[in-house]
């Protein structure tokens, strides 16, 4: 069977990228990089540097007409979540209206007006996006569920944290794939029995096995997406989709699965560089108090700008990390001297210090010294690693579809 044609949007630094092309059954012919609050595009040179230049689109997605993109196999994708992210609270979250979350739209579009439309989808988000917003929990995914579903696509979805999988990070995030009413593979899908799909036969459930638990549901999208958007789960209950689920045909198929692995596993320990480490990343002996401070728990009255008093608490944190356990999430501030809570610190025999960039990229199973480019600052490549995905699960993804999707077509043929 031939390589798949991919376009990747949003593409970051290329992790998408990185993990489907490694599978060598994938080949990438046109992608898209833009950041609109930066003068310099960083990520996008990057991934030039990296890439080439050729077929790479450097301008915002929303003015690049679709008849510029060629015809692909898959579109793939980890589309902007800072509407969703936990770096903003759930109640202060706008979704798909929020000013970055629309550039779902975009997609939705560029679907819309192919004429050959990509046969698969591969897209990556916040695992928050099941439960978003919080006054409609699951309206937003709801909403791209129906869409896609209007355009002719199944829906399947998995929330995967990389290491219950034996991958080095605690990074748990939701990927969904979509199959085209044209393909092999969603031909295969409307004859199974939707669990046996989830549990059994599925792309996630061949390469992220999992066991079901107790909690299942099936419900119908029969609303059109204006109505959905206005009135899905308005009794403010809990989201209706669990970490696992299937939407063909408008019908909902979600349950809670728990994974099911017992191979090898990679730990903090194992992604630390053996190399003498820059004086940099060690803490200062000043600010270790503070470092303590901010990982530590805290029951304390806090004033807010205009003088009004209230109880601030929080858990402690493990200080430094356990070099035995994976890593925390890595988040865009992860670099800088600065003390914080969320930055990862170690215990070595030189003292405590901070993760180096390659450290950071092994934990997201990069290259070593991808985002190593001239006028790129360690801070910036920090930031890309916490705004990258996990190489390693794209990879047997991408696996786990081709192989699919190769088996189907064998079957056709015969």
């Not at 600052?377 to 390693?392: D, P, Y």
Request: hydrophobic fraction near 35%; charge should be positive; charged fraction near 25%.
């Amino acid at each position: 069977m031939r390589q798949l044609t991919v376009c990747e949007l949003f593409a970051g630094v290329g992790g998408f990228r990185l993990g489907l092309e490694n599978t060598k059954k994938f080949k990438v012919v046109w992608s898209n990089q833009w950041e609109p609050s930066t003068k310099t595009q960083h990520a996008s040179r990057v991934y030039e540097a990296r890439f080439g230049t050729e077929n790479h689109s450097n301008i915002n997605i929303e003015d690049v007409p679709t008849s510029d993109i060629p015809n692909h196999d898959i579109m793939v994708g980890g589309f902007p979540c800072q509407d969703y992210s936990v770096a903003t609270s759930l109640k202060n979250s706008k979704g798909l209206i929020g000013k970055k979350g629309v550039l779902w739209w975009s997609i939705h579009r560029i679907l819309s007006e192919k004429e050959n439309k990509p046969k698969y989808l591969l897209f990556e988000n916040v695992d928050r996006l099941l439960k978003s917003p919080s006054i409609q929990r699951g309206r937003d995914f709801a909403v791209m569920l129906k869409s896609l579903n209007d355009l002719g696509y199944a829906v399947e979805w998995r929330v995967i944290n990389a290491a219950d999988y034996g991958m080095p990070q605690r990074r748990r995030r939701v990927f969904f794939i979509g199959y085209h009413k044209s393909s092999p593979v969603y031909e295969s899908l409307n004859t199974q029995n939707p669990q046996e799909w989830l549990l059994a036969n599925g792309t996630f459930a061949t390469s992220f096995p999992a066991n079901m638990q107790a909690a299942t549901s099936s419900f119908l999208l029969k609303e059109d997406l204006i109505s959905i958007s206005k009135t899905f789960n308005n009794e403010k209950g809990l989201s209706p989709f669990y970490n696992t689920g299937l939407c063909i045909n408008n019908r909902v198929h979600t349950l809670k699965t728990v994974p099911d692995y017992d191979g090898n596993r990679v730990v903090l320990s194992d992604i630390l560089e053996n190399e003498t480490i820059d004086s940099e990343y060690y803490l200062s002996e000043t600010d270790i108090p503070k470092w303590s401070y901010l990982k530590g728990a805290k029951k304390e009255i806090r004033k807010t700008r205009d003088g009004f008093a209230y109880h601030y608490s929080e858990g402690s944190m493990v200080f430094p990390d356990a070099l035995n356990q994976p890593s925390r999430t890595i988040i865009t501030g992860e670099g800088g001297k600065s003390p914080s809570r969320f930055k990862h610190v170690v215990q070595t025999s030189l003292g405590l210090r901070r993760l180096t960039p390659v450290e950071l990229e092994r934990l997201n199973m990069f290259p070593e010294n991808h985002t190593q480019l001239e006028g790129i600052s360690n801070t910036k490549r920090a930031f890309f690693m916490g705004n990258a995905l996990v190489v390693g699960i794209v990879e047997q993804l991408g696996n786990a579809l081709f192989q699919k999707i190769n088996a189907l077509e064998k079957q056709l043929q015969n």
